[in-house]
């Protein structure tokens, strides 16, 4: 129920970063409250990481999983949030991105310790990890070269893929009519 | 002449963006309608006996609509209005 409520929170990132790819960055910025609003919500999102940590895992694993999310995407939000106010100037800065996403990668990869078609949890939990890892290339060159309008639209693509592939966990379910009879009855 | 082609060019592009950025707000809410007929069990509201707290107040097709309701009218309203503004003052 957390990943549906934390995908829709992605999904929007996902969304305004579209819309700045669309309109460009020039017209995205006319708006004071608005050039704060992807990087703050990212950053918001980090913080809510925190009592999903501490609330919603059941194991260490995932408390260090969910705590190195959370650590992440507060580090790359708050330097897109400084970046964008103008109190941090080195673009290096946008390599915290690509940093959140190998961390992130590795950690979905790591915690998930069923094989992909022990079920559908297990099966998103490796998706999600590579399709981190591999996007991870694309905010990379995105810090190389921040202007290209292309390489944002491709980096609202990956943020928006991981909201989709989010929104499909469920607690225990096939996937492609595989469930292992260790995973428990399907339910939800 | 060339300058003509070049402006209009221009501003068959910015129009192109002002259509693409009105449209993603309601493709996201008909993506959760969509959801929302496929599995109608995912919307626990049309069945709400048993239900706790928390699966009646998250329902994901309803987010997915909610999203792109709050995006258009939220972002996407104030950004087309922006890049009306700023097609003008590039005329």
Redesign the interface.
């Known amino acids: 129920?957390v990943h549906?409520?934390f995908?829709?929170g992605v999904?929007?990132v996902g969304?305004?970063l579209?819309?700045e790819a669309?309109?460009g960055r020039?017209?995205?910025q006319?708006?004071r409250w608005?050039k704060y609003?992807w990087p703050g919500l990212a950053f918001v999102l980090g913080i809510l990481l925190w009592p999903v940590m501490a609330f919603y895992t059941n194991s260490a694993i995932h408390m260090y999983a969910h705590g190195s999310w959370a650590e992440v995407l507060m580090l790359a939000g708050g330097a897109e949030l400084g970046l964008v106010h103008g109190r941090l100037r080195s673009p290096l800065w946008r390599l915290t991105w690509p940093l959140a996403f190998v961390v992130t990668g590795t950690a979905f990869i790591v915690h998930e310790q069923n094989p992909w078609f022990f079920a559908r949890s297990a099966f998103l939990h490796h998706l999600i990890g590579w399709t981190f890892l591999i996007g991870a290339l694309v905010p990379l060159a995105l810090a190389l070269r921040p202007r290209s309008a292309a390489l944002q639209a491709a980096f609202a693509a990956v943020i928006l893929v991981v909201s989709v592939q989010l929104?499909t966990d469920r607690d225990v379910a096939p996937v492609f009519g595989h469930l292992s009879p260790l995973a428990g009855p399907p339910h939800r | 002449m060339n300058t003509t082609y070049a402006s209009r060019a221009a501003a068959e592009r910015r129009n192109h963006r002002a259509q693409a950025i009105s449209l993603l707000g309601p493709l996201v809410s008909a993506a959760g309608v969509v959801w929302a007929i496929l599995q109608p069990y995912r919307v626990t509201l049309l069945h709400p006996r048993g239900q706790g707290f928390w699966w009646l107040a998250v329902e994901p097709p309803l987010l997915v609509v909610l999203a792109g309701v709050v995006f258009a009218l939220v972002v996407a309203r104030p950004l087309l209005a922006d890049l009306e503004r700023h097609r003008a003052t590039t005329r």
């Open positions: 129920m549906w409520l995908a829709v999904g929007f969304l305004c579209l819309a669309i309109v020039e017209v995205w006319q708006r608005r609003l929104l």
